[in-house]
């Protein structure tokens, strides 16, 4: 199982580490989003990967690591996706304003500055 | 300890005084004037208070710790040699406003002025007054800084700035080599604290990095005291105002690097390395200086070039690695003070009475000016070294001793006679320039002005400092002497040598020198005046070697060439080649970090594979592939797989017992796709076309497919090392036990999320609002190109409206059902899966698909959302959570909770960290409708005026 998942997150960053390369604007975005998935994943595995352990607490009880879902994982990519969401609305409207300005999708801001 | 608020006094007025002064109004200044000069005379006064404990010849001393572990403390000291310098930069100081005080034009910013004038007597005071080399080191720069603001003060005119900028690059240089040799010394000694430095000059001498220390620090020195090859920057500062050339470039600035050469002369001077640095710089600007100040015209061109002449003397006495020489240079560095002072003030008076500085068009004005023209020419003879004035002792003594230093053996040594003679003559003959150019002569009339005595109080400084010369060239043992006695042995201890300070030595060697130099500087002066008289521009000889040119023409090469050829050789402004370099370096780096253990795989048994989450991420990574593929020319498809493997990611997140995870990466799936999907219409058309790929553009993709796999393959093997071991016993167990005891909640990760950790919450929601308060302020100038402004073809044939006929109805149908499960989601999230995020976003999809089926017009007819309340609202309610924990003695963010029973409803938490989520909810909501809307917007607003759609164009692509 943890196999899968590494090869998961694997392919979901190399995917995205090939669009972070690309020249155009929106090849960028679908990138960091796939990115985002492989980190976020990455970050989970950190509680590792319980199977039927659950994650709420039964009324009056202090929890135990040992029978519960690790929570601490979860919170923080809980806070990731928020945020990731955030910043691909940002670069959304950051790339349709270079768009108007430029008036092409080169993430240079125009084809063919090549040195 | 009075001392220690004495000295802390001196260093803190004039600090403390630049704040006020600066904070005065523009026309204030009388206030100013009486401020500043109130100011120098207290760090005078203090200065005289703790004299006493000095007279011994020991040293007041306070010591406040700062970071004692790394021997940095703020230590003040202050010994016989300090308060020489101290004493100079408070009385000068004092003499200097009051001159300036009439000096100054009314149109002139004064408060600036003065603020100026009293933080670098502060930190010239910190400078003199130091006891830690670190210490020091900073109040060096900040006398390099404060000097380069007050010659740059009339910052319109091209020659202050200019001047100030070369000051502050030669000075501040020469301070980044004092830090680096000041660092070398106290790693030598082992402590940066000056006492402990000044018992280890054995220690220093005989290191393997003495040679290394002593260059950088003398770098620091020879630059600040303008020495040659560093001399230029002074003669450019004269742009400065008067007053400050006559405080800081006679008594106080250029006076802090012979200052430091002296401080550290007993552990580092009697090497041969020490003389030769020293004594060949020296010796060549006591030269050099003193000959090109005889061409000068300008009357404080004169002034500056004979400032470097007389610190090149100084310098060579440190050289000679003698005490009496020792004497020599302490006495002289008072003396030149006060008549090179003086000078200046008179240099000003003329400038301001008559409108020019130019010898050449001065004349005559001993008429006229009678009492300054008198004044002047003491002091111009003190320069000269004319005895009975104080100039002509320390000149003697200079003679002494360089007729001493000529029995060694080397060359430097036996033409030191020689030098001082010829120097010595040239004194006396630009000292006659400076007099006989401007006081005598006819009265040409040929002055802008009509030149007048200056006002009463404008000539008392320079009367002072006159008097001064005077009294010290005619009794020097019973003024001047007690306190160079005291001077001298806190520097040279036991080692004090017998002088003398007569007047009078009998008919000797020496007084043949100083009687030839009188002499031949008249005969020169007498030669030279047909020079004078056609008034041209240079000096002979030395027209072709022109410091300045030399130093703009490296400034151009550094900061311009050199940087460009670098910038083009090493930088790119090109995206992709930044992120490839970034990505490459990202994964050399890890590379590098694993290559010594190697990446083993852990021990810990590994869980069973389960067919399902193997299909689900066969799905989702052929998804994130094809996504990779396709985002150049296919965008809709490639946004589509993109939540494919959003998906994948999400039934990832159930499987593995992460509700909350799973909801709120479900919401914020359907959320961006719906953005992407408004911005996807006003991107370009790119059309695949045949051919459109070149050789190198499949080779470059090659490469970038190859640091991808590398990438992703690097990423798997760390991830599954990292899986293969246990989890170590984190923070987890602390949140896990203590979540419904202390935060009343079941739901672990919404407790963190609003209680334990509400505070990174708080900061997150601020960030998600402005985010949408960013994309909002963008979208308002958003220009779109001109080809997409255009209605799409699917609308304008109506067809889109009929495709979405029957889900509208649905849509509109489901509206109040999704309401009604975000704010269950929302009351929820303490104890089950969901809480304030997937509440907030789950109403704003509901929102969303309202402007899905209605269009914007129909929504907004019939319902206002407004976004910005729900934002503020959200945030208030947060942050005002968070602070009424404060009203009940409770830190920031502190929650309480109860149960309220509500019947048949059941039992709802009534934590106040649901308050909180609530806040986070409305803020949620708010951003993600705000943004949604605004991209959502601007197919309405430039529609409104759109021209007629012009022909479609398809871009080629090309990579």
New interface residues.
């Given amino acids: ?24 604007t ?2 960028l ?3 960091l ?2 990115l985002s ?2 980190v ?3 970050i ?22 040992a029978v ?5 994982p ?2 923080l ?3 990731a ?10 670069f ?6 270079a ?3 430029t ?3 080169h ?2 801001g125009q ?5 | 300890m009075p001392d220690a608020l004495y000295l802390s006094a001196a260093i803190a007025l004039p600090f403390l005084g630049a704040l006020v002064s600066a904070l005065l109004p523009a026309n204030a200044r009388r206030w100013e004037a009486w401020l500043a000069g109130g100011v120098a005379l207290a760090a005078l006064l203090m200065v005289w208070l703790c004299y006493p404990a000095v007279t011994g010849g020991g040293a007041a001393r306070v010591e406040i710790p700062w970071v004692p572990q790394l021997g940095l403390n703020l230590v003040l000291r202050m010994d016989g040699f300090a308060a020489v310098f101290a004493v100079m930069v408070a009385g000068i100081g004092f003499l200097v406003v009051l001159y300036a005080r009439y000096y100054m034009s009314s149109d002139d910013p004064i408060p600036r002025f003065f603020a100026f004038l009293l933080a670098f007597m502060g930190s010239m005071m910190g400078l003199v007054l130091s006891g830690n080399l670190i210490q020091l080191v900073f109040f060096w720069e900040l006398t390099s800084l404060f000097s380069f603001l007050l010659i740059g003060y009339w910052q319109h005119s091209a020659a202050a700035r200019d001047g100030a900028r070369m000051a502050l690059t030669v000075t501040a240089t020469g301070g980044l080599a004092l830090f680096a040799g000041m660092l070398l010394l106290g790693h030598i000694v082992g402590s940066y604290d000056l006492d402990v430095v000044l018992e280890s000059g054995n220690l220093i001498r005989e290191h393997a990095l003495y040679l290394p220390a002593l260059v950088l620090i003398l770098l620091g020195a020879l630059t600040k005291s303008a020495q040659f090859p560093f001399h230029f920057w002074l003669p450019q500062a004269m742009a400065a105002p008067t007053p400050v050339s006559a405080y800081l470039h006679s008594a106080t600035l250029v006076k802090a690097g012979i200052f430091l050469m002296a401080r550290l002369w007993p552990v580092m001077a009697g090497t041969d390395e020490w003389f030769w640095i020293l004594g060949s710089a020296g010796m060549i600007t006591l030269i050099l200086g003193a000959y090109v100040a005889i061409f000068q015209h300008d009357v404080k061109g004169l002034l500056a070039y004979s400032t470097i002449s007389h610190l090149g003397l100084i310098t060579l006495l440190l050289s000679l690695n003698s005490p009496l020489a020792m004497v020599a240079a302490i006495f002289h560095t008072m003396n030149h003070a006060t008549f090179k002072a003086s000078l200046f003030m008179a240099a000003g008076i003329i400038d301001h009475e008559t409108g020019t500085r130019d010898i050449r068009r001065l004349s005559g004005l001993n008429k006229t000016m009678p009492f300054t023209a008198r004044l002047a020419l003491v002091a111009a003879a003190a320069m000269a070294g004319v005895p009975l004035l104080n100039g002509f002792i320390s000149k003697e003594m200079f003679f002494t001793e360089a007729l001493t230093a000529s029995t060694a053996p080397t060359l430097l040594h036996s033409i030191m006679p020689v030098a001082a003679t010829i120097a010595g003559i040239f004194a006396v003959t630009y000292s006659l320039r400076f007099i006989h150019g401007a006081f005598f002569g006819p009265d040409t009339g040929d002055m802008p002005k009509v030149p007048h005595e200056p006002p009463q109080f404008m000539r008392v400084p320079v009367e002072v400092l006159v008097f001064g010369c005077m009294v010290v060239g005619i009794l020097p043992a019973a003024t001047i002497g007690p306190f160079l006695d005291v001077a001298v042995r806190s520097i040279l201890g036991g080692e004090t040598p017998e002088y003398s300070l007569a007047v009078w030595h009998g008919v000797n060697l020496p007084l043949v020198m100083s009687v030839l130099a009188l002499i031949g500087g008249v005969v020169l002066y007498r030669l030279l005046q047909r020079h004078f008289s056609t008034g041209v521009e240079g000096t002979p000889l030395l027209r072709g070697l022109d410091g300045r040119r030399i130093f703009d023409q490296a400034m151009v090469f550094l900061s311009w060439r050199f940087a460009r050829t670098l910038e083009r050789l090493l930088g790119t402004a090109r995206l992709q080649m930044q992120l490839r370099l970034m990505v490459v370096v990202c994964f050399g780096a890890a590379a590098l970090a694993l290559l010594p253990q190697g990446l083993a795989l852990g021990g810990v048994q590994l869980t069973r594979v389960d067919p399902v989450v193997g299909l689900i991420w066969a799905a989702g990574g052929l998804s994130a592939i094809g996504a990779a593929y396709q985002a150049k020319y296919h965008r809709l498809a490639a946004l589509i797989l993109l939540g494919g493997a959003g998906l994948a990611t999400c039934l990832t997140f159930v499987w593995f017992s992460a509700p909350d995870l799973a909801v709120t990466q479900l919401l914020v799936e359907v959320v961006t796709t719906v953005l992407l999907l408004l911005g996807l219409r006003w991107m370009p058309k790119r059309i695949e076309l045949p051919g459109s790929d070149r050789l190198l553009a499949r080779l470059r993709r090659y490469r970038d497919f190859g640091i991808a796999v590398a990438a992703g393959a690097g990423l798997t093997a760390i991830s599954y090392a990292t899986m293969t071991r246990a989890s170590p016993d984190g923070i987890s167990r602390h949140f896990l036990e203590r979540a419904y005891v202390e935060g009343g909640g079941t739901n672990v990760v919404n407790v963190i999320l609003v209680d334990f950790r509400g505070f990174d919450t708080l900061g997150e929601i601020t960030v998600l609002g402005i985010v949408a308060l960013t994309v909002f302020a963008l979208l308002r100038r958003f220009r779109p190109a001109p080809e997409s402004i255009g209605m799409p073809d699917q609308q304008q044939a109506g067809e889109a409206r009929d495709w979405l006929a029957v889900p509208a109805v649905t849509m509109r149908l489901l509206f109040p059902v999704i309401c009604l499960v975000a704010f269950y989601l929302l009351l929820r999230g303490h104890d089950l899966p969901g809480g304030g995020f997937a509440g907030g976003l789950m109403l704003s999809i509901g929102i969303l698909l309202q402007y899905m089926a209605g269009g914007t017009r129909w929504v907004e007819d019939h319902l206002r959302v407004h976004p910005l309340r729900w934002m503020a609202a959200g945030l208030l309610l947060a942050a005002g959570t968070g602070t009424a924990a404060l009203f009940f003695g409770r830190p920031f963010l502190t929650s309480y909770f109860a149960y309220a029973d509500l019947g048949i409803l059941g039992k709802l938490p009534m934590a106040s960290a649901m308050l909180f989520d609530i806040g986070v909810f409305a803020l949620v909501f708010g951003a993600t409708v705000l943004m949604l809307i605004a991209i959502a917007h601007q197919s309405v607003r430039s529609q409104r005026a759109a021209p007629p759609p012009p022909p479609s164009t398809a871009l080629p692509g090309d990579d």
């Fill in positions: 199982m943890e196999l899968i998942l590494a090869l998961a997150i694997g392919v979901l960053g190399g995917s995205g580490v090939w669009l972070l390369m690309r020249p155009r929106f090849q975005i679908i990138g989003s796939l998935y492989a976020n994943l990455f989970f595995s950190m509680g590792r990967f319980p199977v039927g352990k659950p994650p709420i607490l039964e009324p009056g009880m202090r929890g135990d690591p519960f879902a690790d929570p601490l979860q919170s990519v809980l806070t996706i928020v945020i990731g969401f955030a910043t691909t609305a940002l959304l409207v950051v790339m349709l304003a768009r108007g300005l008036g092409g999708d993430v240079d084809a063919g500055r090549d040195r």
